[in-house]
């Protein structure tokens, strides 16, 4: 999907007024508590102490600095759902991962409560298509490299044959939808793991292998 190139990619010569990660941060912090409808254009400029000129200047107009903000959150830190399943020693605990690190990220002390993919997209009506498209598309990204690693799994005898690759992905994924929806209505965190375990409960394991 192409997506509109930031006026500041454009203007090369024009310094910026502010520290863009920085910005990037407060604006993610906004949309998270928020989501990106009723995170209004007015209160982004107040929360990153800007005039609105700088923020079309820069990311072009809110959508384009929601998107850099998810960006941001996607890849703002060592740990992402890429290396929780790349460093994954089994698919189990990949998917264990991924839950684990739903429902700590979910109940952080010094972020909103949620799941900024999670919330953000239910909060979008039809008229934001294109930021629940682009929403839906990194979580299904997500489920599709943890479909790959359980596939992996079955043809390597990790797995059983009957285990549904597909079925087991997407319940991984839903279960951390719930996990945000459970942790924005103000469940605390040992509830949201606990959460997690059980749901790992209905994960295929070899014979005399023992659930988590």
Known sequence: MKTKEPAAHRRKGRPLSFDRDVALNQAMLLFW????EA???NDLTTA???TPSSIYTVF?????LFLAAVGHYVSGGPVTSQTIIDGAASARDAAWGLLQAAAIGSSGADTPAGCLLASSAISCSDAASEVKETLAGLRRGIEAMLEQ???QAIASGELPTSADADALAGHVMAVIQGI???ARDGAPREKLLRVATTAMQAWPA???AEAR
């Open 33 to 36: 508590q928020h989501g990106y």
């Open 48 to 50: 990153l102490g800007v």
């Open 39 to 41: 995170t209004s254009l």
């Open 149 to 151: 690693r359980i596939a």
């Open 180 to 182: 945000s929806t459970l």
């Open 206 to 208: 070899r014979a005399g």
């Open 60 to 64: 072009g107009d809110k959508k384009g």
